[in-house]
């Protein structure tokens, strides 16, 4: 199974929660984003993460000093497509509540629909699969 792990978002007041980012889509903005903050992406996701604004700098290559308008960065989030919920997700709440296997199913922003599956065992990987596979056929999202 290729999990790959998540670097937590948070918006610049830290009350509102964004959805992790697979950790590939940072790292790809790594030399700006330690640039910017002085510290390693390690540490950043260690300390909570990112705002959603110094992503933006990030993504744009641009110091976070002064931040950008509220309503660019929004622009932003709303035109860039939004990324698959990981495997890493599905994982963590099915040992969360104990279950072997789980089926997440999601609609982004922009009408995609997004289905992640998760298996305990590789048996149970491979019934989690077809159950998602079925729920899309029979949703007729495909």
Not at 32 to 61: F, K, M, P, W
Not at 111 to 122: C, D, F, P
Request: aromatic residues 8%; glycine residues 8%.
């Amino acid at each position: 199974m290729n999990e790959e792990r998540e670097f937590p978002m948070h918006s610049t007041s830290r009350r509102e929660g964004y959805a992790p980012l697979i950790w590939s889509t940072v790292e790809m903005w790594r030399k700006r984003i330690e640039s910017n903050h002085g510290q390693t992406l390690e540490r950043l996701a260690e300390r909570g993460g990112l705002a959603v604004c110094e992503l933006y700098c990030a993504a744009h290559d641009l110091s976070c000093i002064p931040l950008p308008d509220k309503k660019l960065v929004d622009e932003w989030m709303k035109s860039t497509p939004p990324k698959s919920i990981p495997v890493a997700a599905a994982r963590r709440y099915g040992r969360q509540y104990a279950q072997t296997q789980v089926i997440v199913l999601s609609f982004g922003p922009d009408g995609r629909t997004h289905v992640v599956t998760w298996g305990k065992t590789e048996q149970d990987c491979k019934e989690a699969a077809a159950g998602g596979q079925r729920l899309v056929d029979y949703l007729e999202l495909s």
